[in-house]
T-cell receptor
Framework: GAVVSQHPSWVICKSGTSVKIECRSL??????MFWYRQFPKQSLMLMAT?????????EQGVEKDKFLINHASLTLSTLTVTSAHPEDSSFYIC?????????????FGPGTRLTVT | KQEVTQIPAALSVPEGENLVLNCSFT??????LQWFRQDPGKGLTSLLL?????REQTSGRLNASLDKSSGRSTLYIAASQPGDSATYLC????????????FGTGTRLKVLA
């Protein structure tokens, strides 16, 4: 089955630093990947849609200069949280849609827990 | 704007009970609806996906139904087990040409041994 991995699974960083989270589709190519954020005991909120070779599309209220998304290949998208602050502490989950697939199912990664101290 | 709501927010039941989780959405123009399970601190596990043209899907002890016209879906869990304890999320994908999902608020289920 289609597998999506994320790295790291958890990370602790100091306030003001930047941290990069990777999302990889391991056994399929993904033209489109999605980044979600989940605060404790809340549901997932879509942050942005990442398209290979083009700029990401951000949801309303998400700062594109703070959450940099790069989708440079068909198997890798990265989310960089710049100048992180404690309020950025959250669980970040990516999903990927297989390129050219007739099914519209998305495959979700295991998530990355970010803690900013 | 699509909004997805799940009721109840939390549920605690004794082992062996059959239970129903509810999901409602405000815009009936959906492409599909998916039910997920999320264990504490973990990612998502897809349980069932229902296309807009389908009425229900079944997998083992799980059965999900979809009534698109009324904006409702239910997840039925038969003979619940302690291992079913988790948060259950429903998510809908619209027909706007994008593939993004809008997630519900989730139901936290605890099955007592």
């Amino acid at each position: 089955g289609a597998v999506v991995s994320q790295h790291p699974s958890w990370v602790i960083c100091k306030s003001g630093t930047s941290v990069k989270i990777e999302c990889r589709s391991l056994d399929f190519q993904a033209t489109t990947m999605f980044w979600y954020r989940q605060f404790p005991k809340q549901s997932l909120m879509l942050m942005a849609t990442s398209n290979e070779g083009s700029k990401a599309t951000y949801e309303q209220g998400v700062e594109k200069d703070k959450f940099l998304i790069n989708h440079a290949s068909l198997t890798l998208s990265t989310l960089t949280v710049t100048s992180a602050h404690p309020e950025d502490s959250s669980f970040y989950i990516c999903s990927a849609r297989e390129s050219g697939a007739f099914t519209y199912e998305q495959y979700f990664g295991p998530g990355t827990r970010l803690t900013v101290t | 704007k699509q909004e997805v709501t799940q009721i109840p927010a939390a549920l605690s039941v004794p082992e062996g009970e059959n239970l129903v989780l509810n999901c409602s959405f405000t815009d009936s123009a959906i492409y599909n609806l998916q039910w997920f399970r999320q264990d504490p601190g973990k990612g998502l596990t897809s349980l069932l996906l229902i296309q807009s043209s389908q009425r229900e899907q079944t997998s083992g002890r799980l059965n999900a139904s979809l009534d698109k016209s009324s904006g409702r879906s239910t997840l039925y869990i038969a003979a619940s087990q302690p291992g079913d304890s988790a948060t259950y999320l429903c998510a809908v994908r619209g027909t706007s040409g994008t593939y993004k999902y809008i997630f519900g608020t989730g139901t936290r289920l605890k099955v007592l041994a």
